[in-house]
Nanobody, 123 residues
Framework: QVQLVESGGGLVQAGGSLRLSCAASGRTFSNYVMGWFRQAPGKEREFVAS????????LYADSVKGRFTISRDNAKNTVYLQMNSLKPEDTAVYYC????????????????WGQGTQVTVSS
Protein backbone atom coordinates (compact mmCIF):
# COMPACT_ATOMS: atom_id res chain seq x y z
CA GLN A 1 0.00 0.00 0.00
CA VAL A 2 1.00 3.56 -0.73
CA GLN A 3 -0.49 6.44 1.18
CA LEU A 4 -0.55 9.86 -0.46
CA VAL A 5 -1.30 13.11 1.35
CA GLU A 6 -1.60 16.38 -0.56
CA SER A 7 -1.16 19.84 0.87
CA GLY A 8 -0.67 23.39 -0.28
CA GLY A 9 -4.02 24.19 -1.85
CA GLY A 10 -5.88 27.39 -1.16
CA LEU A 11 -7.35 30.58 -2.58
CA VAL A 12 -5.25 32.74 -4.87
CA GLN A 13 -5.88 35.59 -7.27
CA ALA A 14 -5.47 35.14 -10.99
CA GLY A 15 -1.83 35.50 -11.95
CA GLY A 16 -0.66 34.20 -8.61
CA SER A 17 1.22 31.06 -7.64
CA LEU A 18 0.76 28.02 -5.44
CA ARG A 19 2.93 25.04 -4.68
CA LEU A 20 1.26 21.72 -4.01
CA SER A 21 3.03 18.93 -2.17
CA CYS A 22 2.24 15.23 -1.98
CA ALA A 23 3.91 13.17 0.71
CA ALA A 24 4.06 9.44 0.08
CA SER A 25 4.55 6.57 2.48
CA GLY A 26 4.26 2.82 2.57
CA ARG A 27 6.39 1.60 -0.32
CA THR A 28 9.64 2.52 -2.03
CA PHE A 29 8.80 5.95 -3.40
CA SER A 30 11.45 5.92 -6.12
CA ASN A 31 9.85 2.84 -7.72
CA TYR A 32 6.70 4.77 -8.60
CA VAL A 33 5.77 7.17 -11.35
CA MET A 34 4.03 10.15 -9.78
CA GLY A 35 1.43 12.48 -11.18
CA TRP A 36 -1.13 15.17 -10.59
CA PHE A 37 -4.73 15.24 -11.75
CA ARG A 38 -7.50 17.73 -11.19
CA GLN A 39 -11.27 17.73 -11.20
CA ALA A 40 -13.37 20.85 -11.56
CA PRO A 41 -17.05 20.94 -10.52
CA GLY A 42 -19.20 19.16 -13.07
CA LYS A 43 -16.20 17.95 -15.07
CA GLU A 44 -14.29 14.73 -15.33
CA ARG A 45 -10.96 14.29 -13.66
CA GLU A 46 -8.13 15.23 -16.01
CA PHE A 47 -4.41 14.62 -16.22
CA VAL A 48 -2.19 17.58 -15.29
CA ALA A 49 1.39 16.33 -15.09
CA SER A 50 3.55 13.29 -14.43
CA UNK A 51 7.15 12.60 -13.56
CA UNK A 52 9.17 9.46 -14.05
CA UNK A 53 10.95 7.51 -11.33
CA UNK A 54 14.39 8.98 -11.91
CA UNK A 55 13.15 12.50 -12.70
CA UNK A 56 14.28 12.11 -16.30
CA UNK A 57 10.90 12.59 -17.95
CA UNK A 58 8.09 15.03 -17.23
CA LEU A 59 4.84 15.32 -19.14
CA TYR A 60 2.19 18.04 -19.00
CA ALA A 61 -1.29 18.68 -20.20
CA ASP A 62 -1.34 21.35 -22.91
CA SER A 63 -3.49 23.55 -20.68
CA VAL A 64 -0.73 23.89 -18.06
CA LYS A 65 2.41 23.62 -20.15
CA GLY A 66 4.75 26.51 -19.48
CA ARG A 67 2.94 27.48 -16.27
CA PHE A 68 3.15 24.37 -14.06
CA THR A 69 6.24 22.42 -13.07
CA ILE A 70 6.24 18.95 -11.53
CA SER A 71 9.21 17.79 -9.50
CA ARG A 72 10.06 15.13 -6.97
CA ASP A 73 12.47 14.61 -4.12
CA ASN A 74 13.02 10.88 -3.70
CA ALA A 75 14.93 11.45 -0.46
CA LYS A 76 11.84 13.13 1.03
CA ASN A 77 9.27 10.84 -0.63
CA THR A 78 7.52 13.94 -1.94
CA VAL A 79 6.28 15.19 -5.27
CA TYR A 80 5.53 18.83 -5.95
CA LEU A 81 3.48 20.86 -8.37
CA GLN A 82 4.57 24.45 -8.77
CA MET A 83 1.72 26.41 -10.33
CA ASN A 84 2.42 29.86 -11.72
CA SER A 85 0.31 32.35 -13.68
CA LEU A 86 -2.81 30.74 -12.32
CA LYS A 87 -6.10 31.26 -14.12
CA PRO A 88 -9.69 30.94 -12.88
CA GLU A 89 -10.04 27.84 -15.07
CA ASP A 90 -7.35 26.15 -12.96
CA THR A 91 -9.86 26.02 -10.09
CA ALA A 92 -10.32 22.38 -9.13
CA VAL A 93 -9.56 19.71 -6.59
CA TYR A 94 -6.03 18.52 -7.28
CA TYR A 95 -5.15 14.89 -6.71
CA CYS A 96 -1.80 13.20 -6.38
CA UNK A 97 -1.46 9.79 -8.04
CA UNK A 98 1.10 7.02 -7.93
CA UNK A 99 1.60 3.89 -10.01
CA UNK A 100 4.30 1.53 -11.16
CA UNK A 101 3.18 2.17 -14.74
CA UNK A 102 3.41 5.63 -16.24
CA UNK A 103 0.98 4.67 -19.00
CA UNK A 104 -1.61 3.49 -16.52
CA UNK A 105 -1.13 6.60 -14.42
CA UNK A 106 -1.60 9.04 -17.27
CA UNK A 107 -4.92 7.53 -18.34
CA UNK A 108 -6.24 7.92 -14.81
CA UNK A 109 -5.98 4.31 -13.70
CA UNK A 110 -3.41 4.80 -10.99
CA UNK A 111 -3.36 2.27 -8.22
CA UNK A 112 -3.00 4.92 -5.53
CA TRP A 113 -4.64 8.31 -5.06
CA GLY A 114 -4.54 11.04 -2.47
CA GLN A 115 -7.62 12.64 -0.96
CA GLY A 116 -7.24 15.86 -2.93
CA THR A 117 -6.59 19.50 -2.14
CA GLN A 118 -8.75 22.40 -3.27
CA VAL A 119 -7.28 25.13 -5.44
CA THR A 120 -9.44 28.18 -6.08
CA VAL A 121 -8.33 30.96 -8.40
CA SER A 122 -10.34 34.17 -8.24
CA SER A 123 -10.60 36.57 -11.14
Amino acid sequence: QVQLVESGGGLVQAGGSLRLSCAASGRTFSNYVMGWFRQAPGKEREFVASISRKVSTTLYADSVKGRFTISRDNAKNTVYLQMNSLKPEDTAVYYCASDLSGTRLRVGRSEYWGQGTQVTVSS
